[in-house]
C-alpha cells in the first residue's frame, strides 16, 4: 500500500509543530512527507526533506495527497486554492479566510476538484464537545462564554509584517486577539453551543479595542446569538498581567461546567477529568482512508467566518491611556489594561459586552456622517463628526475616506502609530493651552507628556448647497468652555483629470482676548510646527513628495512653497494629492518615512494669533487624481 504524501506549507513559526506532528505521523507509518514549502528556508532541504517552490512543484519529490497550510493568514486563499487544484487535500491553518466571499470560493473549489479543506482548530477534536452535544454534562447546552487573559509584548507583534495588521497590500488579513492567538475560544464557544455553519447566525455583536500600537484588536467581546435562540460570547484581551488558561463556561438545563480547551480538561461541579482529543491530520488522513467524517470541515467554519466579518466592519478603538500602564522596556515591553481581568470576568458571567460591564475604558459612540461629497454622481469624501474618537486624541470633524474618482483611497484615520490623526482635517496642538490635536502635549524641557488638557470640535450649524458647504464649529476646551470660533467653507467639483477640493477655515476669538494657536514648533521644538490644516495618507509605497522648487521630505519639510504633491501607490492603486495655499505662505509640514502625512503648518515657529474682531483665515485647494505625476 502505498502511503499518502504530505507536504508541508510554511516550515518556520507555528508551521514547526506541524512539522513535529507529521514526523510523528510518519514514523508511525500513517504517511509520507514529501516535500517542504518556504521560500524563507533558503536551502534545498529542511532536516533531511526536500524543498519545493511550490506545491506543484513537490511532485518531482513524490506524491502530493494532503498539504498543510502553516502561512501567513493573507496567503491562506492562494494557497489552499492551488493545493485543491492540484489534486490535494487540505489541512489549513485557522482562521481559514478573513471574508465570507472568500470562504464562499474556497468552499466552490471544494466542490469542483472533489478535494476537502480540513480548518485547524484542534480544540474542535477535543472528545469534550461530542459529550456537551448530547447532554451527558450539563444537560442541553444554553450558552457557552470564552475566557482569555493572554499577555503579548512587542516582540510578539514585531514578529512579522501582518502581526497586528487589519490589512496588508489590500488583502485583509485582520490579526488581532478574536481572529488569531485566542481564536480557538471564540471557534470553541460557537462549537459547544452547536452554532458551526454561517446560517446558524443570526447576530453577531462586538467591541474591539486596542492598548497596542498596532491595527488590530488586543482587547475584545464577542456575543453571538444563534438561530436556535443559544449565546456565545467571548471576553478576550493580550494585555492582562499574566497569562492564563484560556477556558469556556458552559451552562445547561442541568448545571454548568468549564472547559479547558488547551488541556482538554473538563470541570463540572468539584469533579475534573481530562478527555481526549483526536488530531486533525490524523482525522483527515482517516478521512481518506476510511470515510471518517472530518471534525472540522470548511463548511463549519462558516459561522467563525461570520464573526470575522463583524471585525472586518468594526474598526478597534484605542484604549485612553488613563487605563493604561506599560512596563518592560524594548522587546519586552508590554501593556497592562487597568481591571481588564475582572472585566473580562464579569464580562463572561454576564455574557455580556464590555460596556456593558462598566469598563471604564469602553468608548462605544461612533462617527455620525456629517455630509457626503459627490462628484459627477461618484461618492469622492465623507464628512465625519469625530464622536468615535477617544477623549485624549482630541474630537473632531474631518473626511474619511477620500477618494479618487477611480475608488482609490487616500486617506486614514486612527493609525495605529497616531491614533489622533484623522483624515483630512484641521488640528491644533495649542489654543491658548488646550490641546485640540490629541496625544501626549509638547512641554518645552520636559519633552512629550500626558496632561488633562485635551479639547474638542463640534459642528453646532451646516448647511450644504450643491457642491459645497457652510459649517459653524466650536473649539472646546476640556471644561467644555469655547476657545475659538471657526466658519468652514468646503467646495468640490470636477476637474479635468479628477476632482478639487476647495477647503477655507475663517478662526474667530471668543471674547475681547487675543487667542494664541501654536504647537511644538512656537513651544520650543525645532522643526516639528505641526497644527493646522492636515492630512494623513494610509500606508503606501513609491512615495514622492516635491514643490515647485524641491523633493523628498528633507528638502520640502519646512519649506515655503505655493503648492505640494504627494504621489504614491496605495492598495487600490496610485494616487496624486496636490495641496494648494490660497491666501497664506505657511510651512509645510512633511513626514514620509515615519508616517505618512502632510500639512500647513500655522505655527511653525512662532504662534499665530487671532485676534478679537480680526478673523484669521487659511484657505487651500487640493486636486486628487488617478495615476503616477508627470516627469518635471
Not at 501567513?72 to 492551488?82: D, Q, T
Not at 491611556?321 to 518592560?328: A, D, I, K, L, N
Request: aromatic residues 6%; glycine residues 10%; proline residues 6%.
Amino acid at each position: 500500500m502505498t502511503l499518502p504524501g504530505v507536504v508541508l506549507v510554511g516550515a518556520r513559526g507555528y508551521g514547526l509543530h506541524h512539522r513535529a506532528n507529521i514526523d510523528r505521523l510518519v514514523a508511525a507509518g500513517v504517511c509520507t512527507l514529501t516535500a517542504v514549502v518556504d521560500p524563507t528556508l533558503g536551502t534545498a532541504t529542511d532536516a533531511g526533506t526536500p524543498v519545493a517552490p511550490d506545491v506543484g512543484a513537490a511532485r518531482e519529490f513524490g506524491p502530493v495527497d494532503v498539504v498543510v497550510v502553516a502561512a501567513p493568514i493573507g496567503a491562506h486563499l492562494p494557497l489552499a486554492l492551488a493545493a485543491l487544484e492540484a489534486g490535494a487535500d487540505v489541512l489549513l491553518e485557522k482562521p481559514p479566510v478573513t471574508t465570507r466571499a472568500a470562504l464562499a470560493a474556497l468552499l466552490e473549489a471544494e466542490r469542483r476538484t472533489g478535494r476537502v479543506v480540513q480548518v485547524g482548530f484542534q480544540s474542535l477534536g477535543s472528545d469534550a464537545l461530542p459529550a456537551f452535544r448530547d447532554g451527558s454534562l450539563v444537560g442541553a447546552v444554553r450558552s457557552a462564554a470564552a475566557v482569555g487573559t493572554w499577555t503579548r509584548n512587542q516582540a510578539y507583534w514585531d514578529r512579522s509584517g501582518w502581526a497586528g495588521r487589519r490589512r496588508v497590500g489590500g488583502v485583509d488579513v485582520l490579526d488581532g486577539v478574536v481572529t488569531n492567538p485566542l481564536a480557538h475560544a471564540v471557534a470553541t464557544a460557537l462549537a459547544v453551543v452547536g452554532c458551526r455553519r454561517a446560517a446558524d447566525v443570526v447576530r453577531v455583536e462586538v467591541e474591539l479595542y486596542r492598548a497596542n500600537d498596532i491595527e488590530g484588536d488586543d482587547t475584545s467581546a464577542v456575543r453571538v446569538t444563534t438561530a436556535a435562540g443559544l449565546e456565545a460570547t467571548a471576553a478576550l484581551t493580550l494585555c492582562g498581567p499574566s497569562e492564563v488558561l484560556p477556558t469556556v463556561r458552559v451552562r445547561g438545563t442541568a448545571g454548568s461546567a468549564v472547559l479547558g480547551y488547551t488541556s482538554d480538561e473538563v470541570a463540572v461541579g468539584g469533579t475534573t477529568r481530562t478527555v481526549g482529543r483526536t488530531d486533525l491530520l490524523e482525522n483527515l488522513l482517516a478521512h481518506r482512508a476510511r470515510g471518517d467524517a472530518l471534525l472540522v470541515p470548511l463548511v463549519s467554519t462558516g459561522a467563525f467566518v461570520e464573526v470575522l466579518e463583524a471585525v472586518r466592519a468594526t474598526e478597534p478603538v484605542r484604549i485612553d491611556h488613563p487605563w493604561v500602564t506599560w512596563q518592560g522596556d524594548g522587546p519586552e515591553r508590554r501593556p497592562l489594561v487597568a481591571d481588564v481581568e475582572a472585566i473580562v470576568d464579569r464580562a463572561a458571567d454576564d455574557r455580556a459586552l464590555f460596556s456593558e460591564v462598566g469598563a471604564p475604558w469602553a468608548h462605544t459612540a461612533r462617527d455620525e456622517v456629517l455630509q457626503v461629497l459627490r462628484v459627477g454622481g461618484t461618492e469622492v469624501a465623507t464628512e465625519l463628526d469625530g464622536a468615535g474618537t477617544i477623549a485624549t486624541s482630541s474630537p473632531r470633524p474631518y473626511l474619511h475616506p477620500i477618494r479618487t474618482l477611480g475608488g482609490t483611497v487616500v486617506t486614514a484615520h486612527h493609525p495605529a502609530d497616531h491614533d489622533w490623526h484623522c483624515g483630512l482635517g484641521f488640528a491644533i496642538p495649542d489654543v491658548d493651552g488646550v490641546n485640540c490635536w490629541g496625544g501626549r502635549t509638547y512641554v518645552h524641557g520636559h519633552g512629550y507628556v500626558w496632561r488633562d488638557d485635551h479639547g474638542s470640535v463640534e459642528v453646532v450649524h451646516a448647511e450644504q448647497h450643491g457642491p459645497s458647504s457652510t459649517q459653524e464649529l466650536v473649539w472646546r476646551g476640556p471644561d467644555r468652555r469655547v476657545v475659538l470660533h471657526e466658519d468652514r467653507v468646503l467646495r468640490w467639483s470636477a476637474t479635468p483629470t479628477g476632482w478639487e477640493l476647495t477647503w477655507s477655515s475663517s478662526f474667530r476669538a471668543p471674547g475681547e482676548h487675543p487667542v494664541h494657536l501654536g504647537g511644538p514648533g512656537s513651544n520650543g521644538r525645532v522643526g516639528a510646527g505641526y497644527g493646522g490644516f492636515f492630512w494623513r495618507f494610509p500606508s503606501c509605497t513609491d512615495v514622492t513628495v516635491r514643490t515647485a522648487e524641491a523633493e523628498g521630505e528633507a528638502a520640502v519639510h519646512g519649506s515655503v512653497s505655493p503648492w505640494v504633491e504627494w504621489t504614491a501607490t496605495f492598495d487600490e492603486g496610485p494616487a496624486i494629492v496636490r495641496i494648494e495655499a490660497l491666501d497664506h505662505r505657511d510651512p509645510w509640514f512633511v513626514r514620509a518615512d515615519e508616517y505618512p502625512a502632510v500639512g500647513s503648518a500655522l505655527a511653525w515657529r512662532e504662534p499665530a494669533l487671532v485676534r478679537p474682531g480680526v478673523p484669521l483665515v487659511r484657505s487651500f485647494r487640493a486636486t486628487i487624481t488617478d495615476g503616477h505625476t508627470q516627469p518635471h
